[in-house]
Nanobody, 124 residues
């Protein structure tokens, strides 16, 4: 089992930045890729970014390319999501997820473990 805990959300103004963190514990050696998803009220949970745990290869949704950066610190078992130039439409609960193998990282059903989420609210 892998446990994931997200922190770093908050209420910010448009144009501000935040850094979200996701601390992993448990069988972290089984993790192949980590991802961030978000879910806005009344909408489906959508893919934001992903990173492979060993090589640090990153992938992003088109809607966040150039504004969001995913990174990881293997020594701390932590993955980060730096979110810049925030817009009101970025308002959502942001979830961290981990997958143990190699299926398509863009789909939530392919992830094995999930955190509880952290709220990001962007005011205009």
């Amino acid at each position: 089992q892998v446990q994931l805990v997200e922190t770093g959300g908050g209420l910010v103004q448009a144009g501000d930045s935040l850094r979200l963190s996701c601390a992993a514990s448990g069988r972290t050696s089984s993790m192949y890729r980590m991802g961030w998803f978000r879910q806005a009220p009344g909408k489906e949970r959508e893919f934001v970014a992903a990173i492979t745990w060993s090589l640090g290869i990153t992938s992003y949704a088109d809607s966040v390319k150039g504004r969001f950066t995913i990174s990881r610190d293997n020594a701390k078992n932590t993955v980060y999501l730096q979110v810049n130039s925030l817009k009101p439409e970025d308002t959502a609960v942001y979830y961290c997820a981990a997958k143990t193998c190699c299926s398509d990282y863009r789909y939530r059903e392919n992830y094995d473990y999930w955190g509880q989420g952290t709220q990001v609210t962007v005011s205009s």
